[in-house]
């Protein structure tokens, strides 16, 4: 069974930084692209980076680029989400899903954490 586990979410003023961690368990990841979304209240959920497990290409919002940074650590397993200059407007529930290779959705997610921009 596969679980993704989300961490590091909280509350941080405007300008600061937060680091989302993704722990993966259940399966080799080796084929598959792990990606952080987020969904604030009222909107739609939006996709905003992306990595594949091998050979860690990236991809990236244009809302984002610039100031967050996914990578992976393959020996824990996990994925992360380096934010910096956070804004109110990145205040929202941050999630990890994981697409598995040749699948064109993301099959599992992770159950969100909250990250709290203050101005």
């Known amino acids: 069974q596969v679980q993704l586990v989300e961490s590091g979410g909280g509350l941080v003023q405007a300008g600061g930084s937060l680091r989302l961690s993704c722990a993966a368990s259940?399966?080799?990841?080796?084929?598959?692209?792990m990606g952080w979304f987020r969904q604030a209240p009222g909107k739609e959920r939006e996709s905003l980076a992306a990595?594949?497990?091998?050979?860690?290409?990236?991809y990236y919002t244009d809302s984002v680029k610039g100031r967050f940074t996914i990578s992976r650590d393959i020996a824990k397993n996990t994925v992360y989400l380096q934010m910096n200059s956070l804004k109110p407007e990145d205040t929202a529930v941050y999630y990890c899903a994981v697409r598995f290779g040749g699948s064109r959705r993301y099959d599992y997610w992770g159950q969100g954490t909250q990250v709290t921009v203050s101005s």
């Open positions: 259940g399966r080799t990841f080796n084929s598959d692209t």
């Open positions: 990595i594949s497990w091998s050979p860690g290409s990236t």
